[in-house]
T-cell receptor, first 116, second 114 residues
Framework: AQKITQTQPGMFVQEKEAVTLDCTYD???????LFWYKQPSSGEMIFLIY??????QNATEGRYSLNFQKARKSANLVISASQLGDSAMYFC?????????????FGGGTRLMVKP | NAGVTQTPKFQVLKTGQSMTLQCAQD?????MYWYRQDPGMGLRLIYY???????DKGEVPNGYNVSRLNKREFSLRLESAAPSQTSVYFC?????????????FGSGTQLSVL
C-alpha cells in the first residue's frame, strides 16, 4: 500500500525567503509519480509540480522545485523567494500502480504562512 | 476554460436525506474521481472511473454510489446522508490512469449533514 507523510502541520516563512516543505513516501511500486498541489483559502486544488520515479533530474516549475531523493523516499517541495500569495495548504501526493487503479494518494498537508 | 465543473457548491442536508453531486469535465478525459476532504486532512478517494462504463471503489466508498453517465459526467450519490459525511467533496479528472497523469480538480462542494 502507498503512504505519504508530511510531518510539518504548519510552517512560517518570511517573505522573499526560501522554504522547504517535507514529504516522505512509502511504496513497493517500481514506477510512480510524485505531485504537489496547493490549496489556497478559497479551496481549489492547484497542481504545482510533478516528478517521475525514473526522472534523473529534479523537477522545476518557476519558483517551485522538487528535491527528489529516491533512496530516502523523499520528495520535498522548495519554494524560492516566498510571496504573500504562497500562504496556503500544500499537499504531497503519489500515484503508482496498485490494486485501486493507480489512485492518487495524498498526505495530510502542510499549512504555510508567509509573513510580511 | 471550464475544466471540471461541480454542482452544487454548498449543500445542507438532514440526516437520512439523499442527494446527488454532479460533476462534468470538458477536457475529453477518460478517468474521473470523487474525493472527500475532512477538516485539516488530505483528500481521500471515494470512487473512481478509469474509463467510460467502469467504476471502482476507492479508499472510503461506504455510504456512496456513483454513476459514470457518459465520458463527460460522473455523479456521486448519498442515499441516506449521515453526519459523518459532512465534508468537502472534490471531483477530479485525468487523461488516463498512468502514474504520470496529473489530476485536474473541480472547485469543491461543501456538504453539511445535520
Amino acid at each position: 500500500a502507498q503512504k505519504i507523510t508530511q510531518t510539518q502541520p504548519g510552517m512560517f516563512v518570511q517573505e522573499k525567503e526560501a522554504v522547504t516543505l517535507d514529504c516522505t513516501y512509502d511504496t513497493s511500486d517500481p514506477s510512480y509519480g510524485l505531485f504537489w498541489y496547493k490549496q489556497p483559502s478559497s479551496g481549489e486544488m492547484i497542481f504545482l509540480i510533478y516528478q517521475g520515479s525514473y526522472d534523473q533530474q529534479n523537477a522545476t516549475e518557476g519558483r517551485y522545485s522538487l528535491n527528489f531523493q529516491k533512496a530516502r523516499k523523499s520528495a520535498n517541495l522548495v519554494i524560492s523567494a516566498s510571496q504573500l500569495g504562497d500562504s496556503a495548504m500544500y499537499f504531497c501526493a503519489m500515484r503508482g500502480f496498485n490494486n485501486a487503479g493507480n489512485m492518487l494518494t495524498f498526505g495530510g498537508g502542510t499549512r504555510l504562512m508567509v509573513k510580511p | 476554460n471550464a475544466g471540471v465543473t461541480q454542482t452544487p457548491k454548498f449543500q445542507v442536508l438532514k440526516t437520512g436525506q439523499s442527494m446527488t453531486l454532479q460533476c462534468a469535465q470538458d477536457m475529453n478525459h477518460n478517468s474521473m474521481y470523487w474525493y472527500r476532504q475532512d477538516p485539516g486532512m488530505g483528500l481521500r478517494l471515494i470512487y473512481y472511473s478509469a474509463s467510460e462504463g467502469t467504476t471502482d471503489k476507492g479508499e472510503v466508498p461506504n455510504g456512496y454510489n456513483v454513476s459514470r453517465l457518459n465520458k463527460r459526467e460522473f455523479s456521486l450519490r448519498l442515499e441516506s446522508a449521515a453526519p459523518s459525511q459532512t465534508s468537502v467533496y472534490f471531483c477530479a479528472s485525468s487523461a488516463g490512469t498512468g502514474y504520470d497523469e496529473k489530476l485536474f480538480f473541480g472547485s469543491g462542494t461543501q456538504l453539511s449533514v445535520l
